[in-house]
């Protein structure tokens, strides 16, 4: 059956400043919560489509990352103020594709500007070209030095995915197209096919800003696909030179795997899987457990757990407090109502993910939230094992999306910081601790640092503030490169890369790498920042 649509919408993909019919298999949102189809439909592109965005991008390329970081600022401005501009329209089609309440996308819709205005500040104040001057020693003995200095430049056209879990803020103009828009790189932006109604609606933004400050239309581009075909054609096009990616560690590493074995490898910056745990330490245990448990499962509930962050293993680190932690979080758990999940495709998923947990013998169901005859929804589960069993069963660190966790119980510290040792990589792990733990926290804190990109004290993992300290990256499997963030100012570094100029001509270098510093920026000389 047909449903609900707009009259803003066209089904068209944007290549450019042209909207574009696909050719391809057709897909449409489902509203989740009632599982009715949204119009239009949106035809996927083919391999002469996909050609004409990349060719387009990489034809923008060279014109816009010559461009000023002021002039680059203006136009992520822009793209904020458009997105604004759609109003009611955006959050209304972003709630039917996602299943998602108004007060969730208004303040995603809130972050994705407010990330935009943050990269656009970061690039105005040049911190970004990382510029270092050593200037020539020619009287240097024995051997004289040449003048060497440094910027980093944009790596090229990029490709990006679109997330399921996150229609704003992790997809068309997400975290990746922003930060990659704000190095100076193109963007072609694959849509994901759950949301393609606010896809469009925030590329038809992004194209407006685009002709607006007149660039290079190329600069942004939008592409529908069903399958694989879109992901495979994009990540092994030559003029393609690096990918920014957010979802499944199966979907992450296909990319990977197309991205180092084409003639020319490039970087796939992929989010894929974490369980984040969290430590709740002894003395914590034993005089908050009715507080910390009351925390953990409003966390583990949060958006029906469809976080990348989402609390899915805590560590009962002690036994003193233990049966009170579970007792309180079990009965909270109880009284969850079901929540509507992103996707029929993930409804499935997460309880393929708990009935593998629930039938394995040395795991024991604690409890389950309330259920409801409604489509598509999470019916939060709480299980429970013990640190001897988790070390010798590797099927129970695999990532169940939703509202799901397990709950391990240590009888002693050594217990606690093996189980740390044989996680894999991590986004985050929390330390529930007093001071009194300290001394208990200090052997395992080098443990976590090699495991996880973001360490918390006495808080929960869900909610990733965007700033310049943040860090939403970890080893692998967190992530496909674990010197690299996917939110905070430092995301703009994955697309950049430096370049030296040794003995060149004053009128070739580069403004940033000027001896007069025309651009204002901060620098490094001779080993000291200053300007």
Not at 4 to 21: D, E, F, R, Y
Not at 419 to 429: D, P, Y
Not at 470 to 488: I, K, L, Q, W, Y
Request: aromatic share 6%; glycine share 8%.
């Amino acid at each position: 059956m047909q449903g609900l649509g707009s009259a803003h919408l066209s089904g068209k993909m944007l290549i450019g400043q042209t909207s574009v019919t696909g050719q391809e298999e057709v897909i449409q949102a489902i509203n989740p919560a009632t599982n009715e189809t949204l119009a239009p439909a949106y035809a996927g592109a083919n391999q002469e489509q996909v050609e004409q965005a990349v060719t387009l991008a990489w034809q923008a390329f060279d014109e816009y990352r010559a461009l000023s970081n002021t002039t680059r600022g203006d136009f992520l401005e822009a793209i904020a103020e458009q997105i604004l501009a759609l109003g009611d329209e955006l959050i209304e089609r972003a709630m039917a594709e996602s299943g998602l309440p108004r007060a969730r996308i208004a303040g995603e819709r809130g972050r994705t500007v407010g990330q935009l205005r943050l990269f656009a500040q970061v690039i105005r104040a040049g911190g970004c070209f990382d510029a270092r001057i050593d200037p020539a020693m020619p009287e240097r003995s024995p051997l004289p030095r040449s003048d060497l200095r440094l910027q980093k430049i944009p790596l090229g056209p990029v490709a990006v995915f679109g997330a399921s879990n996150f229609p704003l803020a992790f997809s068309v103009a997400g975290g990746d197209t922003a930060s990659a828009l704000a190095a100076g790189c193109p963007v072609v932006v694959k849509a994901h096919p759950a949301h393609p109604g606010t896809s469009e609606l925030v590329a038809r933004a992004i194209q407006t800003a685009v002709k607006k400050c007149q660039l290079p239309e190329g600069v942004f581009s939008l592409l529908y696909g069903a399958g694989h075909f879109i992901g495979g054609a994009l990540v092994s096009h030559p003029l393609i030179k690096a990918v920014g990616f957010t979802g499944s560690r199966q979907g992450g590493l296909a990319l990977l795997k197309i991205a180092t074995q084409r003639p020319e490898p490039i970087p796939v910056y992929a989010e894929m899987s974490s369980i984040n745990p969290v430590f709740v330490m002894p003395n914590k245990l034993a005089e908050d457990a009715s507080a910390v448990a009351s925390g953990f499962v409003s966390s583990l509930a949060m958006g029906a757990g469809q976080f990348c962050t989402n609390p899915g293993l805590v560590l009962l680190c002690g036994t003193e407090g233990a049966a009170e932690f579970i007792a309180q979080a079990s009965a909270e758990v109880r009284a969850l109502a079901s929540q509507t999940m992103l996707t029929p495709d993930i409804c499935d998923a997460y309880y393929q993910g708990v009935k593998s947990l629930a039938e394995n013998a040395n795991i024991s169901l604690l409890a389950t939230g309330q259920q409801s005859p409604q489509a598509n929804q999470c019916q939060a589960h709480l299980f429970v094992t013990d640190a001897a069993s988790f070390l010798a069963d590797s099927s129970m660190e695999q990532e169940v999306f939703g509202s799901s966790s397990l709950i391990i119980r240590c009888e002693n510290l050594a217990h606690a910081r093996a189980v740390a040792e044989k996680l894999e990589g991590q986004l985050t792990a929390t330390l529930q601790m007093l001071d009194a733990d300290i001394e208990s926290v200090r052997p395992l804190l080098p443990i976590l640092e090699r495991k996880v990109g973001r360490i918390l004290c006495n808080g929960y993992p869900t909610g990733v503030e965007v700033c310049h300290a943040m860090v939403h990256g970890g080893p692998f499997p967190a992530t496909s490169d674990s010197r690299s963030t996917s939110v905070g100012s430092a995301a703009i570094d994955r697309f950049l890369r430096p370049v030296c100029y040794q003995d060149f001509p004053a009128s070739l270098l580069p403004e940033a790498i000027q001896d007069t510093n025309p651009l204002s920026i901060p620098r490094m000389i001779e080993g000291v920042f200053g300007s």
